[in-house]
C-alpha cells in the first residue's frame, strides 16, 4: 500500500492551498484517512480526519480547512483556506485500512508534503 500527497507549496497569508492524498495498492477497506502536520520543533498533530462517523478537525483549523475523501478514488483532500503562517508545516496523510477481507486495521502514511505561508 502506498499513500502519495501532493498540493503543497508556498502561498502568501491569506491564500488558499488544496492537498490531495491517493492510496494505492491491495485494499479492501479504508476506514479512516486523515491530516497531520509538524512544524519545525514542534510533534506532530493530528490537522483533520474524515471517518464514516463524521469529520474531525485541530481547532485552530475550524472554519477555514475542509477535509473531503473520494471513495471511489481512495483519495483524501484537504482544502486550506485563509491560510496563516503558523499554518506552516510537513503536511502528511495517513489511512486506517484494511488489505485483505477479515485482516486487521494497519495505518499506512504518506510522503510529507511541506506548506510554508509567508506573512
Sequence with gaps: ??????????????????????????????????????????????????????????????GRFTISRDNAKNTVYLQMDSLKPEDTAVYYCNARLRRFMGSSEHVYWGQGTQVTVSS
Design 1 to 62: 500500500v502506498q499513500l502519495q500527497a501532493c498540493g503543497g507549496g508556498l502561498v502568501q497569508a491569506g491564500g488558499s492551498l488544496r492537498l490531495s492524498c491517493a492510496a494505492s495498492g491491495s485494499i479492501f477497506s479504508i476506514n479512516a484517512m486523515g491530516w497531520y502536520r509538524q512544524a519545525p520543533g514542534k510533534q506532530r498533530e493530528l490537522v483533520a480526519d474524515i471517518t464514516t462517523g463524521g469529520t474531525n478537525y485541530l481547532d485552530s483549523v475550524k
